[in-house]
């Protein structure tokens, strides 16, 4: 397993940008898909985006298509969200999640950060 820790939350008008960041410790990191996740209150934890372990492939949720970015740098153990366009509905707490394929299931992932807060205000 590798340990996660996201930043780059906050609070951000709408229409406006952030980048999220997640630093993975562990020598083994270019070996794992990454996702980004997030969960609103009151709601379940939702797929966002996700990058294969070469980072070749990436896929989105048809809510942030076009307007979110996935990327990583296996030489930094660094994986990214450069979230643009942002909505008020875009508000949770963001989590990046480490597993052994990309898909869409939370539960195929087994290393999780702490998440980071991200607020939209209208």
């Known amino acids: 397993q590798v340990q996660l820790v996201e930043s780059g939350g906050g609070l951000v008008q709408a229409g406006g940008s952030l980048r999220l960041s997640c630093a993975a410790s562990g020598r083994t990191f270019s070996n794992y898909a990454m996702g980004w996740f997030r969960q609103a209150p009151g709601k379940e934890r939702e797929f966002v985006a996700g990058?294969?372990?070469?980072?070749?492939?990436?896929y989105y949720a048809d809510s942030v298509k076009g307007r979110f970015t996935i990327s990583r740098d296996n030489a930094k153990n660094m994986v990214y969200l450069q979230m643009n366009s942002l909505k008020p509905e875009d508000t949770a707490v963001y989590y990046c999640?480490?597993?052994?394929?990309?898909?869409?299931?939370?539960?195929?992932?087994?290393?999780w950060g702490q998440g980071t807060q991200v607020t939209v205000s209208s």
């Open positions: 990058i294969r372990a070469r980072g070749v492939v990436t």
């Open positions: 999640a480490a597993g052994t394929v990309l898909t869409t299931a939370s539960t195929t992932y087994n290393s």
